[in-house]
T-cell receptor, first 113, second 114 residues
Framework: QQQVKQSPQSLIVQKGGIPIINCAYE??????FPWYQQFPGKGPALLIA?????SEKKEGRFTISFNKSAKQFSLHIMDSQPGDSATYFC????????????FGKGTKLTVNP | DTAVSQTPKYLVTQMGNDKSIKCEQNLGHDTMYWYKQDSKKFLKIMFSYNNKELIINETVPNRFSPKSPDKAHLNLHINSLELGDSAVYFC?????????????FGPGTRLTVL
């Protein structure tokens, strides 16, 4: 059972474009939603995270939009750069509950120069 | 200073062999994890330990045996390696068992079983 569904599987944009990665979850007990960024040959690294009591969080060029009623959240990358080319994972956790992070299947983003 | 380190980075071995991967974190965290990332990049949790105590075992074959000598180290031993074990294995840590959302990952160990 996949608890966090992520789309698209891959995404190609031109430099300066705004790629959007979408995730949907089923478990209403989830209460923290981080995004991880993974460059080739490296481990994933925490990029940005949001709690369900806010609808948007911005850090630099990265923005998370959160829709609690629809159980969906998305990552937007403003003014994307070739250096943003990586695999992005959305995730969800139930703090104090299952004690693990549930990952989406990942989106491979390519930003062309 | 590397926060989470793994050795070796690459491991190539024959089917049926036994191998170990070591992981160390210098962040002072209580909880450590092992993940398997397959060729499609899917991250699957295998185990987690909190202060040397096993807290998550995600129906992993018993050929995989984690060992935590202290809270800064979590090693993974694999017996009778199979072709399907080929993957990248990541170690990670978090401050405590109630903070699984903020994890620090190691650089990974690419295991190839021939």
């Amino acid at each position: 059972q996949q608890q966090v569904k992520q789309s698209p599987q891959s995404l190609i944009v031109q430099k300066g474009g705004i790629p959007i990665i979408n995730c949907a979850y089923e478990n209403t007990a989830f209460d923290y939603f981080p995004w991880y960024q993974q460059f080739p040959g490296k481990g994933p690294a925490l990029l940005i995270a949001i709690r369900p009591d806010v609808s948007e969080k911005k850090e630099g060029r990265f923005t998370i939009s959160f829709n609690k009623s629809a159980k969906q959240f998305s990552l937007h990358i403003m003014d994307s750069q070739p250096g943003d080319s990586a695999t992005y994972f959305c995730a969800a956790s139930d703090r104090g509950g299952s004690e693990k992070l549930v990952f989406g299947k990942g989106t491979k983003l390519t930003v062309n120069p | 200073d590397t926060a989470v380190s793994q050795t070796p980075k690459y491991l190539v071995t024959q089917m049926g062999n036994d191998k170990s991967i070591k992981c160390e974190q210098n962040l002072g965290h209580d909880t450590m994890y092992w993940y398997k990332q397959d060729s499609k990049k899917f991250l699957k949790i295998m185990f987690s330990y909190n202060n040397k105590e096993l807290i998550i075992n995600e129906t992993v074959p018993n050929r995989f045996s984690p060992k935590s000598p202290d809270k800064a180290h979590l090693n993974l031993h694999i017996n009778s390696l199979e072709l399907g074990d080929s993957a990248v294995y990541f170690c990670a840590s978090s401050q405590d068992r109630l903070s699984p959302d903020t994890q620090y990952f190691g650089p990974g160990t690419r295991l190839t079983v021939l």
